[in-house]
């Protein structure tokens, strides 16, 4: 079982990254004296410094923080100060910025730490105690391989940011090439944050990783933080009870992300879909889930070699609903609406002068109605909601068509007619 670099042992708690002697500079000011350089999770995670000094005060703005010791500079931004008198003692409070001068060396390994994910069923690993957890997901691809264990007492962990919110270090990865090549840290981090949060529904930032070599020696440490929200329960697709078939999918992922048209699509068609699962008002995360659709339907209908072609000015003159039914046609997904949406099928058989009466033309006219200044329809929560579940369906199975993913998954809108129980799986439709 893999051994986090750093120490996080509940929600919410600072890491110390740094202890001793900072000099802090800007235009030409300096001040040096005693600090610490820590990453700090509230209200949402950066790294920070705090530096006191005996010495004239520094303005306020960018500057750049020196750790003479560590023979370390970063750009950093102070953005408090105190002073005291007599004795003259100034406390500056700042944000550590990226690291200058200092060119990263090669390492064997990298360890990073991953923020507020799931709990799942993986492959089974070893403790430190000589028990056995069923919690490794192990992906690769071409050039590397990826392992993701939990952290020891992840369900107390996870029951403590529950409670309070905010931010937990939840599960450990390790990074390494497959041909065990040394490699210039950090690794493919950007992707697979793109990826697991994906499977999470929401921002799983990887943090703080600490290059190793081959003896397992610290070789180079990065003192970063990729976006992560803070603790929400969420329900999505992701099937936690069968997680390793997902992993599978990241070597079609990984070969997909050289493309500029492809890595376009899944950067921002999963960034689309974490706003739409639970960032904002209902009706905002509606206009985020069609706008990812038709991110997806563009990729699909234009570039895909598996769909149909459609050329771009094509594209350009088809309506929303029309975009998202050819999506859902290429990908296999029925654009049928829902037998179990029981207020949008009410909708569809009132005097709207619906064409098609499906699922995407649906969550169209829910869309116009809460974008454009005259509503189409007179909308309720219910249909609100049950709109906006079946557009992030339409996403979620559209990027698993796209990954040629082939296992179970958590159907959203029979858990939520109360077909199923959470932890209860369909197949994607295109494997049945």
Wanted: proline residues 6%; charged residues 20%.
């Amino acid at each position: 079982m893999l051994i986090p670099a750093w120490e996080m042992a509940g929600a919410n708690e600072r890491i110390t990254l740094f202890s001793g002697q900072l000099e802090f500079e800007r235009e030409g000011q300096r001040c040096s004296g005693t600090g610490t350089v820590r990453l700090d999770w509230l209200p949402s995670p950066r790294v920070t410094f705090t530096l006191e000094s005996a010495e004239s005060a520094c303005d306020l703005g960018l500057g750049q923080l020196t750790l003479p010791t560590a023979a370390r500079s970063f750009s950093a931004t102070a953005f408090n100060r105190s002073i005291q008198a007599p004795p003259l003692r100034c406390k500056y409070l700042g944000q550590v910025g990226q690291e200058v001068d200092r060119a990263p060396q090669p390492v064997a390994s990298v360890i990073v730490h991953l923020c507020n994910f799931s709990n799942y069923l993986g492959a089974p690993v070893s403790t430190q105690t000589g028990g056995w957890v069923a919690g490794r997901l192990s992906l690769s691809d071409d050039e590397w391989d990826i392992d993701i264990d939990p952290v020891p007492d992840l369900q107390k962990i996870q029951g403590a940011v529950k409670a309070s919110g905010g931010y937990a270090m939840t599960h450990v990865c390790r990074v390494a090439r497959r041909d065990r090549a040394e490699f210039l840290p950090p690794g493919p981090l950007d992707q697979l944050l793109r990826f697991l949060s994906f499977a999470r529904g929401a921002w799983s930032g990887l943090f703080l990783p600490v290059g190793l070599d081959r003896q397992g020696a610290r070789a180079w440490d990065g003192w970063v933080c990729q976006k992560t929200r803070s603790y929400v329960d969420l329900s999505n697709w992701f099937p936690v009870h069968d997680a390793q078939p997902f992993a599978r999918t990241y070597e079609k992922f990984s070969g997909l992300w050289p493309d500029p048209d492809a890595r376009r699509t899944l950067s921002l068609g999963i960034a689309w879909y974490v706003h739409a699962v639970s960032s904002g008002e209902l009706e905002a995360r509606i206009i985020h889930a069609i706008a990812g659709l038709e991110l997806l339907a563009y990729f699909v209908l234009v570039h895909w070699s598996d769909g149909p072609a459609c050329a771009g000015g094509t594209f350009d003159n088809l309506e929303s609903e029309k975009r998202i039914r050819r999506l859902l046609g290429a990908c296999g997904i029925p654009a049928t609406l829902p037998f179990q949406l029981s207020e949008c099928n009410a909708l569809i058989r009132g005097p709207h002068g619906w064409k098609h009466r499906d699922g995407p033309e649906v969550i169209s006219w829910v869309r116009n109605s809460v974008s454009h200044p005259v509503p189409k329809l007179a909308l309720t929560s219910g249909i609100m909601h049950e709109a906006h579940q079946l557009a992030l369906q339409y996403i979620e199975l559209a990027i698993l068509r796209l990954l040629e993913y082939r296992g179970p998954f958590s159907n959203r809108v029979r858990w939520l007619a109360g077909d199923v129980w959470q932890g209860q799986y369909d197949q994607v439709p295109w494997a049945v």
